[in-house]
């Protein structure tokens, strides 16, 4: 069962130890991706990785806007824009598994090593088939 | 090389060589460096006798790899001056590992790939591919896994329900890629029939190959998904069909019925009706009675029941059935909405079918159920 975590730079609720980035130590830093980077590791040492990959809060919403037009681009993001961060997609057996890794995740030290407590966002792959051809009458 | 030919041998194989004492581990990494050696000779240089080949040149990986390990050897010599036994295949052998595979101890993904390396065959970037994931994360998945099994001893038969229920998972997997896990879980489920006379394993057989003969009705050339009542039967292949049913008859001849002989004996129902009005709902209902029975009454199970009570017996019997049912099983809201839908009230369809979309598992059920509420939606604003 693959799951999809979504780290938010904005948007989601605050955290506990909730600092921006740019007010870290370079030692903070390197801690916090140092503790993403064996997080990572060591689930592709337990079988449960799949993909991971940071984004650039650059970025904007396009929209068609009707035949021969160009398309409508709102941005870069307006201030109040959720923002997505980045994301990590895992494989595992169950929801519990996922909201403990989750927790852990949302464990990773930031401004004073001390953990960040961010909130992360879990939610289920949906898959490409049924899962049980047996339960299909209707 | 006849890759099929290859993924029925791999698994007697490995039993040799852990009747000759080799570890699980070390036993299936060397069947995997034999395959590749076979890869690369047997092209020009056939071997007469393909399970014999892999048999040697697993065992001399197996040597290799003791030889280089100082510590183990003396016990290494001491095997060595063993004279080699007789290669026959040992039926039993093949069976442990079933057993081992589907261990208790693993979890159902590690249990599934474990099975899809060892007894399948499958090589760990084909089971990747169909799992969608990395090849190191499925090879660390399987890794794990085999040092999970060092140590527990092997299994008494009675886990045979775990490696029923490993099979089935692999069946459900999904279809795609290189590798076609259905049919692969078919296959392996067929060898494992033709080791036990346990009528279960028929019983899973059979339901597997009625469910797979109906596959190329089951979407429409859209990709959608098509239910079972609206499907062109003239697209199901009557002979696997056949094929099931057959295997169902000799597995309930025992008289010792289990569940997948219960919802084989309901796919075969199903399978024997020429037209959808045709299928026989009574007769489904009465198994589901035993299915109830078998599951220790499961809600998915009696949910099931009530769709089958509904169209033997008519929307009012339904109702009842269905208001027995816990309303947050899986697909409840969806078989609420059919209810409401067939009563006429398409109003409250359309919103429990809406509902059940947001809820379902897969794409494909949730593209079928968004497009069922817009038509009882388009039918309700008819109605006035």
Known sequence: ?138 | MDEARLREIVPGVIGVLERRGVDFATAEDAVQDALVSALSSWPTDPPRDEFAWLVTASWRKVVDAARSDQARRRREEAVEREPAPELVPDEDDTLQLYFRCAHPALSSSAAVALTLRAVAGLTTAQIARAHLVPEATMAQRISRAKRTLRGHRLDRPGDLATVLRVLYLIFNEGYGGDVDLAAEAIRVTCRLASLTDEPEVAGLLALMLIHDARRASRTDAQGRLVPLGEQDRSLWNTSQIAEGVEALQAALARDRLGEYQAQAAIAALHADARTADETDWPQIVGWYDELVRLTADSAVVRLNRAVAVGEADGPALWLRALSEVPADTPRWLAVSAYLHEQRGEFAVAATEYADAADAATSTAERDHLRRCAARARAASSLGG
Request: aromatic letters at 8%.
């Open chain 1, 1 to 138: 069962m693959k799951y999809l975590m979504l780290k938010h730079y904005r948007g989601a609720p605050a955290g506990v130890n909730d600092h921006p980035m740019d007010e870290w130590t370079q030692d903070e830093i390197d801690a916090h991706i140092a503790y993403m980077n064996d997080f990572a590791t060591k689930l592709t040492g337990t079988g449960e990785y799949v993909d991971g990959q940071a984004l650039a809060p650059k970025g904007a919403w396009v929209q068609y806007d009707g035949e021969g037009k160009p398309p409508v681009v709102d941005g870069p993001f307006a201030e109040t824009k959720d923002l997505i961060a980045g994301w990590m997609i895992i494989d595992v057996d169950s929801w519990d598994r996922a909201v403990e890794l989750a927790g852990e995740l949302s464990a990773a030290p930031g401004k004073g090593g001390r953990p960040i407590h961010e909130r992360l966002e879990v939610r289920p792959f949906l898959t490409s088939a049924p899962d049980d051809p047996q339960n299909c009458h209707g």
